[in-house]
């Protein structure tokens, strides 16, 4: 089993719409979570920690389920430019520093 | 955005040659980082540094070698690699504090596209 999953998709939706994404990690002791967006070719970066309380962040909200080991992401009114790879992120136990990535969900936004 | 930088951008390499890529930081921090992302695969983690020490090293082969001169720099040493080394080589810094439980944002730089022929 990965220790993160994620759908991989694509997901192609129109502009405006809804869409949310999911991911699970395997190893129960992760501390911290994390959705990093990476475009085409370039480096992935921070979108916004999760939280186990969830969090909000404008059309961004991530949510945390530390029983079901779940994570997901909620994009509301879809713009262009949220198209991206959507990459689900845990630390492993102990650490930190030591990243574990998902091989990210890829969003297509369609005018 | 200047914060991490990687040279080269794209590297071209036999199998026989030795060649480096370089990272550096402007961001003060103290925990310097190595990533492999090969196509259709999540990023993996090959190397930590933190305060120039090597915390972290994940099964990588020999036949690439890290170098944390300071803080700000790190390189990747690479010889006598495979052509299933090709693949795009991120470098990441993050604050390197020692808080337990503190959730430390990493900032990747640009990378280095690689191909091995």
């Known amino acids: 089993r990965k220790e993160v999953e994620q759908d991989p998709g694509p997901f192609n939706v129109p502009e405006g719409a809804t869409v949310a994404f999911n991911c699970t990690y395997s190893n129960s002791a992760s501390q911290s979570f994390f959705w990093y967006r990476q475009d085409c070719r370039k480096e992935p970066k921070l979108l916004m920690s999760v939280y186990s309380s969830g969090n909000e962040d404008g059309r961004f909200t991530a949510q945390l389920n530390r029983a079901s080991q779940y994570i997901s992401l909620l994009i509301r009114d879809s713009k262009l430019s949220d198209s991206a790879t959507y990459l689900c992120?845990?630390?492993?136990?102990?650490?930190?520093?030591?990243?574990?990535f998902g091989s990210g969900t890829q969003l297509t936004v369609l005018p | 955005e200047t914060g991490v930088t990687q040279t080269p951008r794209h590297l071209v390499m036999g199998m026989t040659n030795k060649k480096s890529l370089k990272c550096e930081q402007h961001?003060?921090?103290?925990?310097m980082y190595w990533y492999k992302q090969s196509a259709k695969k999540p990023l993996e983690l090959m190397f930590v540094?933190?305060?120039?020490?090597?915390?972290e090293n994940n099964s990588v082969p020999s036949r690439f070698s890290p170098e944390c001169p300071n803080s700000s720099h790190l390189f990747l040493h690479l010889h006598t690699l495979q052509p299933e080394d090709s693949a795009l080589y991120l470098c990441?810094?993050?604050?390197?504090?020692?808080?337990?439980?503190?959730?430390?944002?990493?900032?990747f730089g640009p990378g280095t596209r690689l191909l091995v022929l």
């Open positions: 961001l003060g921090h103290n925990a």
């Open positions: 540094y933190n305060f120039k020490e090597q915390t």
């Open positions: 990441a810094s993050s604050q390197g504090r020692d808080l337990a439980g503190v959730q430390e944002t990493q900032y």
């Open positions: 992120v845990v630390t492993r136990s102990g650490s930190a520093r030591q990243l574990t």
